[in-house]
């Protein structure tokens, strides 16, 4: 069965220092998405991504947040300059679309946790 | 903005016996509501969704919910839990053809045996 692949699984950083969280979604997917839980509680949207731009994103995915697909198979989310309330387990996920054809059913990867001292 | 309520954090259940986590919401517009499952150290997992039609959808692993327009309700239901049943599951709406989906705090379910 097809699959969301995240990598690194977990990631050690000091406050301040940039951070990429890779992700590869579904191959036939249109729409990639970023989300956090921090203390396996609540899952916080972050931001949609379709055909190549961002389509939606919360407060939270602030100007020190971007996203890029770079190579059509990517899809990595940067934290420029992390913050101690930054950690949390973050998870990419993806949906071969939207309406009643896609419905916006989620692939969720096993998630990428981000510790930072 | 949608938003999405479960006002348990917790609910116990004697295994063999029904099941119900509650979930609200709140979204302008026709709403798409999902329910998700998630195990531990692991990602959120699909169970079933509602888009329009029959107000009971049945998912997976026995897993149904029923769609309540007038409370703005979905409730997960299950006529007979299973220790395995125990996990984290979410309530999650978006508004029809959006593509931002919102998530409820999670309700923890323990089936006990």
């Known amino acids: 069965e097809p699959e969301v692949t995240q990598t690194p699984s977990h990631q050690v950083t000091q406050m301040g220092q940039e951070v990429i969280l890779r992700c590869v979604p579904i191959?036939?997917?249109?729409?990639f998405y970023w989300y956090r839980q921090i203390l396996g509680q609540k899952v916080e949207f972050l931001v949609s991504?379709?055909?190549?731009?961002?389509?939606?994103k919360s407060e939270i995915f602030d100007d020190q947040f971007s996203v890029e697909r770079p190579d059509g198979s990517n899809f990595t989310l940067k934290i420029r300059s992390t913050k101690l309330e930054d950690s949390a387990m973050y998870f990419c996920?993806?949906?071969?679309?939207?309406?009643?054809?896609?419905?916006?059913?989620?692939?969720f990867g096993a998630g990428s946790r981000l510790t930072v001292l | 903005a949608q938003s999405v309520a479960q006002p348990e954090d917790q609910v116990n259940v004697a295994e063999g016996n029904p099941l119900t986590v509650k979930c609200t919401y709140s979204?302008?517009?026709?709403?798409?509501l999902f329910w998700y499952v998630q195990y531990p150290n692991r990602g959120l997992q699909f169970l079933l969704k509602?888009?329009?039609?029959?107000?009971l959808v049945k998912g997976s692993y026995g897993f149904e919910a029923e769609f309540n327009k007038s409370q703005t309700s979905f409730h997960l239901k299950k006529p007979s839990a299973l220790v395995s049943d125990s996990a984290l599951y979410f309530c999650?709406?978006?508004?029809?053809?959006?593509?931002?989906?919102?998530f409820g705090k999670g309700t923890r379910l323990h089936i006990l045996p």
């Open positions: 996920a993806s949906s071969p679309g939207t309406g009643n054809s896609g419905a916006n059913v989620l692939t």
């Open positions: 979204v302008s517009g026709n709403p798409y």
């Open positions: 509602y888009i329009t039609g029959d107000n």
């Open positions: 991504f379709y055909n190549n731009e961002i389509s939606e």
């Open positions: 191959s036939n997917h249109l729409y």
């Open positions: 999650a709406v978006s508004r029809a053809g959006d593509d931002k989906i919102i």
